[in-house]
T-cell receptor, first 114, second 121 residues
Framework: DSGVTQTPKHLITATGQRVTLRCSPR?????VYWYQQSLDQGLQFLIQ???????AKGNILERFSAQQFPDLHSELNLSSLELGDSALYFC?????????????FGPGTRLTVL | AQKVTQAQTEISVVEKEDVTLDCVYE???????LFWYKQPPSGELVFLIR??????QNEISGRYSWNFQKSTSSFNFTITASQVVDSAVYFC??????????????????FGRGTQLTVWP
């Protein structure tokens, strides 16, 4: 158990819908990362937050957004869902979000768009 | 360009065999970190090891060992006396010390496509 929690574990929804994925980092970690794992793209970095502020952006679609709240939990919002958004979404956390940190991953949320 | 290449898509071995998973990386940075993660069938990503670019010493942890060679930009992972429980997808990843606009370093990971290891009894 990495100490990172993600809910829900599974999510099934329809095209065009909007969903919210939630992540709680390990105790003491200030930085949260979101990654998407799909068969086509592999594991891709989406976005990083540090202590409530966006720090880095990767291959995140405009239909996707995220935020980190004062209690350090984070939410990833996916809207206007398409079939291709079906993937495993991981949240990871690290102490201060720097290159020297180790990222610990949550169990993931499997999103299925029908 | 792919920053991390894991050329072996799938490997099958029989229990007790040794197996090496290859990882080749590409970066212009002099300071970087390399990682290995394991993804068992249950789906979570489990951290195995982190190595910085200034430390080329090989590392051994039980049946696991890692060989880092900057000259060939490789960070290979060997499992000795493999067991069925080692069956998983193994990912190699790279983190670069780029400086963001606000002067902070970035810690994003670039992952390889993974190697599916199957260990048969």
């Amino acid at each position: 158990d990495s100490g990172v929690t993600q809910t829900p574990k599974h999510l099934i929804t329809a095209t065009g819908q909007r969903v919210t994925l939630r992540c709680s980092p390990r105790s003491g970690d200030l930085s949260v990362y979101w990654y998407q794992q799909s068969l086509d793209q592999g594991l891709q970095f989406l976005i990083q937050y540090y202590n409530g502020e966006e720090r880095a952006k990767g291959n995140i679609l405009e239909r996707f957004s995220a935020q980190q709240f004062p209690d350090l939990h984070s939410e990833l919002n996916l809207s206007s869902l398409e079939l291709g958004d079906s993937a495993l979404y991981f949240c990871a956390s690290s102490r201060d979000g720097g290159v020297t940190d180790t990222q610990y991953f949550g169990p993931g949320t499997r999103l299925t768009v029908l | 360009a792919q920053k991390v290449t894991q050329a072996q898509t799938e490997i099958s071995v029989v229990e007790k065999e040794d197996v090496t998973l290859d990882c080749v990386y590409e970066t212009r940075d002099t300071t970087y970190y390399l990682f290995w993660y394991k993804q068992p069938p249950s789906g979570e990503l489990v951290f195995l090891i982190r190595r910085n670019s200034f430390d080329e010493q090989n590392e051994i942890s039980g049946r696991y060992s890692w060989n880092f060679q900057k000259s060939t930009s490789s960070f290979n992972f060997t499992i000795t006396a493999s067991q069925v429980v080692d069956s998983a997808v193994y990912f190699c990843a790279l983190s670069e010390a780029r400086t963001a606009d606000r002067g902070s370093t970035l810690g994003r990971l670039y992952f390889g496509r993974g190697t599916q290891l199957t260990v048969w009894p």
